[in-house]
């Protein structure tokens, strides 16, 4: 009983080359890499890596669905293997890419006018705007937790009125103090699917905070960033 | 004469169902098959990569088979084959190391190699779901592959790397391979993969699918092997009221403490894990809960350890298979700081086992005067044994043929060893 079926499922890894590199402040930037076909849903996450290199790490997908380009945002990790290598490269350069994969991703069963509240730690954003950018008319609120207010990575591609910026070491955003402070004095009700991206820490009193509220858990999706 | 192949497998029921698919496709082409490598022309073994200690046990395997004189063709392969293959090939220069993607090939390689037509394993044509129904086997019940590789990149676990992207068998294969094997007298069907809850083709999910192979009209009790608890719907615990589902779930949990199963990237709550417990046992309160749990992972506090030590029996857990964490390299969790000392590790492993064995007879108990059906497995001069509909081993003192199943009165629970069986006898 010999069936037509894939010969083989292993993770596809290819060269892509540099488009541009975009700085946002002196640590972060935004890689946009050629595309080459790769198929992938808001909200999964790439392997990239410098091309000589054996090391990758992992990178939510910055872009939209619908671009013909890829982007990832790279917050440049001190001693880290990786993000330096990257933040070196140039236009015209390459990155080894592993295909897209990952689960956190929008439920497309939802009602269209379905509340959605993400909630973001510094580079965490990274879905949050792939969502938004690859989903016009997506009802959403977006917290985004930031040290200081210059760390608001292209604010200006959300709706006005729908991103919340929560700086905790001054006053430049629309909240002074951290994203768990914000949603405790600002609840968002219990029909919401909420999403949560960034250091573990973060999601870990988020988690507490809905389950306070009474937020289902089946309502609550997080990706960790390490 | 017969050639003789011997088969060793490690690891995982997705090995075995590969396992028994070779051995029973080697029996049809006109082989002994053993389980040993004793005067075997060819020796297989399929191997496991999960931790470093199935690493040793399969370089063991290995070396016991060439020390102990194999001189015909040795083959290696399973998980620690695509992860180690460089170095497998090195230490064992004459042996075949055979990827996972093309372990349903070979047949084909052993063929080549008598013909001295010498193909080399990736050339033949191979495929993660080639495997033709097992009609022979190692085991009673028979297992059914409808899934490989995982996506879900649990940040301890080599296996996405080894086993590769997830991928779904169609469906009208998997309904064709369940039929066939009841054809061949299987009374039992365990239903297997890497990552099964995340079953989908096409569109077709997994209880979806569950649902159709329960829709075959015929007798048989089903099984589903380990499962990821992330991806239930509803369907789901309503078709684990079904007669032919079998109550027992291995619903690996892998650590109890929030702050653990984040850093490990599971992709559910111990909140949401206790619900869905307390979901099957309002469905059955017999209903049986196995799991894995890792203790040691980089970070664990003495509080986040004491939660997964509580959960052993807050859960009534049936059986737990703890694992010291071991770093595999390549993986999230490698690059994480705050790394637990081995004698540490083994002081709270030892401190699960002994709350999982408390937990596991507290469960067994409940049987006691409680009629079960038990499919015969195991037949010596002394007794008969086999596993009752929620997966607990059954000893009946009455010599009754393997594949048999019967209806036991269960009177009582063996009171030494790591895996006490009920005791029975057969009833009226």
Known sequence: MQKEVPVANKIKTDLHEILQIRHLTDSTFVLRIERKGLTFQAGQHVCVGPPNGIHTREYSIYSAEQDDYLEILVKEVENGLVSPSLKKLKSGGFVVVEEPVGYFTINKALPKNQKYVFIASGTGISPFHSFVLSTPGLNYTLLHGVRHGDEAYDADAYEAGRYVLCTSRDDSGNYKGRVTQYLKKHPFGTDVHYYLCGNCNMIHDVYDILEEQGVSTDNIHAEVYF | ?428
């Open chain 2, 1 to 428: 004469m017969k050639r003789k192949i011997g088969f060793k497998t490690l690891g995982c029921r997705l090995n075995q169902f590969e396992t028994d698919a070779l051995a029973s496709r080697f029996t049809r082409m006109g082989y002994e098959v053993v389980d040993n490598s004793k005067d075997t022309d060819v020796f297989v073994v399929n191997t496991c990569t999960v931790t470093n200690q199935s690493d040793q046990k399969s370089r063991y395997v290995v070396n016991h088979a060439l020390t102990h004189g194999h001189i015909g063709m040795l083959i290696i392969t399973g998980c620690m084959a695509n992860h180690h293959k460089d170095q497998l090939e090195q230490r064992y220069p004459n042996a075949y190391v055979v990827d996972n993607q093309q372990k349903s090939a070979i047949p084909q390689l052993v063929e080549a190699h008598f013909k001295k037509e010498i193909v080399p394993s990736n050339q033949s044509q191979g495929g993660v779901f080639s495997y033709a129904p097992a009609a022979e086997t190692f085991h009673t019940r028979s297992m059914v592959k409808i899934q490989d590789g995982c996506d879900n990149f649990c940040t301890f676990c080599i296996i996405p790397k080894v086993r590769g992207r997830a991928v779904s068998r169609p469906p009208q294969a998997i309904l064709e391979n369940i039929k066939q094997v009841l054809d061949y007298g299987y009374k039992e069907v365990v239903i297997t993969g890497v990552n099964i809850s995340r079953y989908n083709y096409e569109g077709l999910s997994f209880s979806a699918l569950l649902r159709q192979i329960l829709a075959i009209d015929r007798d048989f009790r089903l099984r589903i092997s380990s499962i990821e608890p992330d991806s239930f719907d509803d369907d789901f615990f309503e078709l684990m009221k079904h007669p032919k589902l079998m109550p027992h779930l291995h619903l690996c949990l892998q650590s109890a403490s929030e702050s653990i199963l984040l850093k490990m990237r599971r992709m559910y709550t111990y909140k949401l894990y206790k619900t869905m417990v307390e979901k099957l046992r309002k469905l059955n309160p017999l209903f049986n809960i196995t799991t894995d749990l890792i203790v040691g992972f980089p970070g664990e506090t003495e509080d986040d350890f004491q939660a997964s030590l509580k959960a052993v029996g807050d859960l009534q857990l049936g059986h737990v298979h703890t694992f010291k964490y071991s770093k595999r390299e390549d993986t999230r969790a490698a690059r994480m700081s705050d790394t637990m000392p081995e004698p540490l590790k083994t002081q709270r492993s030892e401190l699960v086992r002994a709350a999982a064995l408390k937990a596991k007879i507290a469960y067994r108990r409940q049987f006691i005067g409680i009629k079960q059906t038990v499919l015969i497995d195991t037949l010596n001069a002394v007794y008969a044994k086999g596993y009752s509909e929620y997966y607990i081993p059954v000893k009946i003192k009455q010599s009754v043929p393997k594949n048999t199943l019967l209806k036991v009165h269960i009177y009582g629970l063996e009171t030494e060893g790591n895996d006490p069986c009920l005791l029975g006898e057969i009833s009226a």
